[in-house]
């Protein structure tokens, strides 16, 4: 077997390449069928998410030889109950404290041109779908899994939750306390993940994370701007507390909610298998 650093610079590589074939496949697809597809932003982000799968099957089963549950991708790790118990974790740790926030006049809620929420909550669900397991499978399938394998788990998922972060950069209204918010997120994301020992559940969080923002709250998701018929959450309190431009996943709030969310994952998660060992 290739030692770690040489496994994971072939799955980057494996990714990349992937990835690309994908988008210029969807470009050219796009380009001739048009209005058939409906969004293409879709179709990309399924298409990624298959490069990435190409490239954990070719890593995961043809190099290291092991089942896909070794990346959090089996069969079992897909429980209904369990995704729903993570998607409402997700959901929880952001739409807690925002309307908390909007109880205390820190946030409120706008009225804006008259539409169809419905409707732009399920568009906005069927194009983050996608996009969240796709940044699950980056970071915490594969990568994640070689990691736990070579270090302490609590390093790996801080590695992974750093880049997750440092990926952000480039989001509209970025700054050093949005960042370390995505950073806590793939903490969280990655502790799912750990105590599980399923992807699905992660990427289940974290569509309910940012669908709860674009579907329900109607609020940028990490910086970037989203449809808002009828109604909209604005800042209308201190940013660092809010989180700006960036929404409410930017803010102390969201640090605070996603705190708990971990003590709940170590509390009735995590220490219940510990003290089931040392017996």
Request: aromatic fraction near 8%.
């Amino acid at each position: 077997m290739l030692r770690a650093p040489w496994r994971l610079a072939l799955f980057v590589l494996l990714a990349i390449v992937g990835t690309v074939a994908a988008s210029e496949i969807v470009d050219a697809i796009a380009g001739r069928i048009g209005g058939w597809l409906g969004d293409p932003l879709i179709l990309s982000g399924w298409a990624l998410v298959v490069a990435l799968l190409a490239a954990h099957h070719f890593c995961l089963r043809r190099i290291d030889k092991l089942p896909w549950s070794a990346a959090g991708l089996g069969s079992s790790a897909a429980s209904p109950r369990m995704l729903a118990w993570s998607a409402l974790l997700g959901a929880g740790a952001i739409a807690i404290p925002a309307l908390v926030l909007t109880s205390l006049g820190w946030l409120r809620f706008d009225p804006r041109p008259p539409g169809s929420s419905l409707a732009a909550g399920a568009q906005a669900f069927l194009l983050l779908a996608p996009f969240a397991f796709y940044e699950e499978l980056m970071l915490r399938g594969y990568v994640l899994a070689v990691l736990r394998r070579s270090l302490d788990w609590r390093v790996a998922v801080a590695l992974t939750s750093l880049v997750f972060g440092l990926l952000h950069l480039e989001n509209p209204g970025s700054n050093m306390e949005s960042i370390a918010m995505v950073i806590l997120a793939g903490v969280l994301l990655g502790t799912i993940v750990v105590v599980t020992g399923s992807l699905y559940a992660a990427t289940a969080a974290h569509l309910a994370w940012n669908w709860m923002m674009a579907g329900v709250l109607h609020v940028a998701v990490s910086g970037i701007d989203v449809p808002a018929p009828d109604y909209r959450l604005v800042d209308a309190g201190p940013d660092w507390l809010t989180g700006g431009q960036w929404g409410p996943e930017g803010g102390v709030g969201a640090a605070l909610g996603m705190s708990v969310g971990l003590v709940y994952l170590y509390v009735r998660r995590a220490r219940p298998r510990e003290e089931q060992r040392d017996r």
